[in-house]
């Protein structure tokens, strides 16, 4: 077992401290970490499908074996329990459970059961995401299956029911969907991600369809979960910035917010996709797959939203001079922010975060968690450390920026790390790492970077 040295961190701050009984968390999902891709009836989901097609994943990479975490969770449990998590976000193999996405694998449902009495008996909440992008892949068939299909939404309230019945004793927060944008629109615009289609137009009928499934799995579960039982969806809100005031390019920065944020806000915490949107989209789809009453089912109150952040979008009008357009639409494209990068190419802004806490705030009203924020680096291990400085500096930098958030109203009351461990990061393969935990892929070694021991040390003293 690895053990983390208790008091060894170099952590430097304000001190400023967060709320009695602020959730400090970290998160991951099932095809990023678990492997045992065809053990115990598993049946293949879009992403074994994908990552297995040549030129999908960057270095072939697929999530076979990934951090092993099938067979290694106690340990990796363990390695939360001494950082002193309080919640784990996870999410469960929707094709573990129900392998051809009909009927039950009961060694795929004892395997979450497992995991969620081994957190509750390290007293870290389990914080239970329902879909993080594995698929069923026989729920994927033909030119209309997956998110295209209205039939997923039906097997999906099957699916949170067969989870809420077994497991909704034991968990007391279940989020829906994570990030439906990119399962909308990296999975059926851009083709970046499963199932790899690639044409705008079924991005907002794959966008129902989730949120639908959403609504109707959240009304199924609140038949059959205990009172006080937390529900959610996990956003990646996009934190839209116009390239310039010229008026063209503000009216880009409003269509991406209609197409990428509000065609999720508006119906999931509203009354239904706005007429705004529907005009703004008129020339890439007609909206016939929403039927009449999809729109009050997908409105169901939920008690707090998750909310996933890694950095702004600068957007400006499309047309003239080349560049990578807005998935979904050819009215917009991104335009990079200068400043600081990851090595994903990601700006780093913290005050971006601050930002869209108080829109969610002041458009949805509910409870927030960061149910993910994190870096990723090439990091590398050093005669038994890692030294992750630029990791370190992120994670401290957002989680003043979550401070700044509450001091000017917004409820944040939990955040969670992305990620525990170093992952099979979709598209990207292995190389880019995001874990507070290094994993050593050729033996599955962990060794705690040390971002895990600062992070120990902010939630010991609940503060910065
Ligand atoms: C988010 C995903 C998560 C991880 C991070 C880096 O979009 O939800 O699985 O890949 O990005």
Known sequence: MTTIPRGSSAATGSGEPFPDGFL??????????????????????????????????????????????????????????????????????????????????????????????????????????????????????????????????????????????????????????????????????????????????LAYRA?????????????????????????????????????????????AAEHVDLIANRVFLDPMFGDGYSAELRAGTAGLTDWSFVHAGDEAEIAVA??????NFYNPSRVRAAGGEPGRPFPGTDRACFVDIPGPHTVMGWPIVPSALTDLLLRVQRDVGLPIEVTENGLGARDVVESGAVHDPDRIDYLRRHLAAVLEARRRGAEVRGYHVWTLLDNFEWAWGYDKRFGLVHVDFADQRRTPKDSALWYADVIRRNAL
């Open 302 to 307: 939920l008690d707090s939203v998750g909310v």
């Open 207 to 251: 966008a129902h369809h989730l949120n639908l499934a959403h609504g109707r799995a959240v009304s199924a579960l609140r038949g059959v979960l205990p009172q006080g039982a937390d529900l959610s969806v996990s956003l990646n809100l996009h934190q839209v910035q116009a390239a310039s005031d010229r008026p063209e390019d503000r009216a």
């Open 24 to 201: 400090w968390g970290v998160a991951a999902s099932s095809y990023q970490i678990e492997g045992a891709v065809a053990e115990d009836g598993r049946g293949p989901s879009i992403w074994d499908t994908f990552s297995h097609t040549p030129g999908a994943v960057a270095g072939g990479d697929t999530g076979d074996v990934a951090c092993d975490h099938y067979h290694r969770w106690p340990e990796d449990l363990d390695l939360m329990a001494e950082l002193g998590v309080m919640s784990y976000r996870f999410s469960v193999a929707w094709p573990r459970v129900m392998p051809d996405g009909r009927g039950v694998n009961q060694a795929g449902l004892d395997f979450y059961r497992r995991l969620v009495d081994g957190l509750l008996d390290r007293g870290i909440r389990p914080l239970m995401t329902l879909y993080h992008w594995d698929l069923p892949q026989s729920l994927d068939v033909g030119d209309a299956g997956g998110w295209l299909s209205r039939e997923v939404p039906d097997r999906f309230v099957d699916f949170a029911l067969v989870l809420g019945k077994e497991l909704g004793d034991r968990v007391p927060a279940i989020t829906t969907l994570n990030e439906p944008w990119c399962s909308a629109y990296l999975g059926y615009a851009s083709g970046e991600h499963a199932p790899g289609r690639t044409e705008s137009s």
